[in-house]
């Protein structure tokens, strides 16, 4: 069992910098794939980006790639998304979610856990 919290969501503008925290708790974090999505009103989850249980390897959707940055710390049972040059378009919840398969594999419905969601708003 793993339980999820995000935090760090906020207001900022374009071409600012948000720092998303997801704190984990649960023995088999450290076993865990972690992956990022978010969730426009009206639009169905979307892949950000995900990082493996090591931390070695990361994979990110077309939309944040270059801009995006998923790390994690396994002795403080946390994952951070780091968001640089924020666009309108990435205003969004944003959810951490843990799965026990491949950071490739992109769909939701292969994560088990989610966290609660935080929002973070793109605008001037």
């Known amino acids: 069992q793993v339980q999820l919290v995000e935090s760090g969501g906020g207001l900022v503008q374009p071409g600012g910098s948000l720092r998303l925290s997801c704190a984990a708790s649960g023995r088999t974090f450290s076993r865990h794939a972690m992956g990022w999505f978010r969730r426009a009103p009206g639009k169905e989850h979307e892949f950000v980006g995900a990082?493996?249980?090591?931390?070695?390897?990361?994979y990110y959707a077309d939309s944040v790639k270059g801009r995006f940055t998923v790390s994690r710390d396994n002795a403080k049972n946390t994952v951070y998304l780091q968001m640089n040059s924020l666009k309108p378009e990435d205003t969004a919840v944003y959810y951490c979610?843990?799965?026990?398969?491949?950071?490739?594999?992109?769909?939701?419905?292969?994560?088990?856990?989610w966290g609660q969601g935080t929002q973070v708003t793109v605008s001037t």
């Open positions: 979610a843990a799965s026990p398969g491949s950071i490739y594999d992109t769909k939701a419905k292969t994560y088990d856990y």
């Open positions: 990082i493996g249980w090591a931390g070695a390897s990361t």
